[in-house]
């Protein structure tokens, strides 16, 4: 049995083969076996000198998206001002998004002694990178009251009390709907669906040949079972229980596992994402009415469809179960063994954890102008709140109905992430029992946390 917080008996830090396992696990459902040349090396940045490096998937860049740009620009900004004023050199370093989340690029260059002095890491990367040795400790750069100011918006990204990732942005999952497909079939505002069944069955009224009424993730990876998360625990179920142990195989999970299960059978969710997973353009062209999505949206449809009319609501729950919903967002992390891992742990801090009047406007103006997000600073919540950042009713709602249900996404590494994901998959697209993939998931989380060495999987 794994014992919460109990570091001493898995250590944070395995050496050797330990580490580079750790750094090569797949990060992709499916995903193929890192080249035996990527298992070399041990995690020392060989690289020593020069400017640092921060990896991102942001900027510098070009878009025709508006909105790509304004993120694009709060990063040049931002290192151009640390540049300004610091004796330490920074270079951004842009990495297209689909290398940067689905690649071997990031977790390659770690393995191979190479990674970047800064990063993005999402929490469900968080222990990849965590046990491999490769997270700066923050907190000696951190005053306590910046710390709090976070609270539990650090929890995941924290192990023995200290804090190893600084995130940006919290982002709830919510339903968006099409407003004008809503009113064609005779809907309104009393029609919002609080319960799976009747969203089923609005998605079904909703659906024609060339609209889907319901879509959820369809694609394997980390962010299918970021999504499929608050259904399972809507119903009361966990992956792990509070002591550790496997709880996945249960009457809530098969529930969750039938209910996307059940969606696409009936036809009502498509088997592959509509517009190609261009979220905007599926809703402007009428072959969606109903997306299971995230706040980070509503700057999209600002920035690239800003007539267009839509409305979001909390995730409907089943039968006797309670509302929850998953937070993600990404932070900023630094690299122990980089070139000069105290200078890029006090970039972090510099930039988004003092209590510097700089680094809350900063993350308000990231939460509430480059992108829209719910700041996970209180400082910064509240004053992105009292410059009106969360004045339009879309991210009223955002910030005051869905995100105070949420639960941080969950820390887990690939072969725990990668057993979840294949009985999303097998029972989602490939017709397999609900029973049977939940035990066989259950089975192999069981046989991995028996030899688990590392900091707490939750």
């Known amino acids: 049995m794994l014992q919460h917080g109990n570091e001493a008996e898995h250590p944070a830090t395995p050496p050797g083969a330990s580490r580079r396992r750790f750094l090569t696990a797949a990060a992709g459902a499916g995903a193929a076996a890192a080249s035996p040349a990527l298992l070399t090396g041990c995690g020392t940045?060989?690289?020593?000198?020069?400017?640092?490096?921060?990896?991102?998937?942001?900027g510098p860049q070009r878009s025709p998206d508006p909105a790509v740009n304004a993120q694009s620009k709060w990063f040049v900004d931002l290192v151009d001002r640390w540049n300004a004023t610091h004796r330490t050199q920074i270079d951004l370093v842009y990495l297209p998004q689909p290398t940067y989340l689905n690649g071997f690029k990031l977790p390659s260059a770690f393995a191979t002694g190479e990674g970047p002095d800064i990063f993005l890491c999402s929490p469900g990367d968080f222990l990849r990178y965590y046990n491999g040795g490769v997270l700066q400790d923050l907190t000696p750069h951190m005053e306590k009251a910046a710390v709090d100011d976070f609270g539990s918006a650090l929890d995941s990204r924290t192990v023995d009390g200290k804090v190893h990732a600084l995130p940006m942005e919290i982002e709830p999952l919510a339903m968006f709907y099409a407003e004008d497909l809503w009113e064609k079939a005779g809907l309104s505002e009393a029609d919002i669906p609080a319960t799976w069944d009747q969203m089923l069955d609005i998605g079904d009224k909703l659906r024609s040949r060339t609209t889907a009424g319901l879509v959820f993730e369809t694609g394997p990876g980390y962010y299918q079972?970021?999504?499929?998360?608050?259904?399972?625990?809507?119903?009361?179920?966990?992956?792990?229980?509070?002591?550790?142990?496997?709880?996945?195989?249960?009457?809530?999970?098969?529930?969750?596992?039938?209910?996307?299960?059940?969606?696409?059978?009936h036809g009502i969710t498509p088997r592959t994402l509509p517009a190609a997973g261009d979220v905007i353009s599926a809703f402007k062209a009428g072959n969606v009415a109903l997306w299971q999505q995230g706040i980070w949206q509503v700057s999209s449809f600002k920035a690239y469809a800003p007539e267009f009319r839509y409305g979001v609501f909390k995730l409907p729950v089943p039968a006797g179960g309670e509302y929850v919903t998953t937070l993600g967002g990404w932070s900023f992390c630094a690299n122990a063994q980089g070139r000069d891992p105290e200078a890029a742990a006090e970039f972090c801090v510099w930039a988004l954890g003092s209590m510097e009047d700089d680094s809350v406007d900063r993350m308000v103006d990231w939460c509430t102008g480059a992108k829209s997000d719910v700041a996970p600073r209180t400082t910064a919540l509240e004053r992105g709140a009292a410059r009106g950042g969360y004045d339009s009713a879309v991210m009223k709602q955002f910030k005051d109905d869905i995100f105070p249900g949420g639960r941080a996404e969950p820390r887990y590494p690939p072969v725990v992430y990668k057993a979840i994901s294949d009985a999303i998959q097998g029972t989602m697209l490939a017709g397999q029992g609900v029973d049977g993939a939940a035990e066989r998931a259950a089975r192999s989380i069981e046989a991995y946390t028996k030899s688990y060495e590392g900091a707490s999987l939750i």
Do not use: C, E, H, I
């Open 45 to 58: 940045a060989r690289a020593k000198g020069g400017n640092l490096q921060f990896w991102n998937f942001y």
């Open 225 to 265: 079972n970021f999504t499929w998360y608050p259904w399972m625990w809507q119903g009361g179920g966990d992956v792990l229980d509070a002591d550790g142990n496997v709880a996945f195989d249960s009457r809530a999970t098969r529930q969750a596992l039938s209910f996307w299960q059940d969606a696409v059978r």
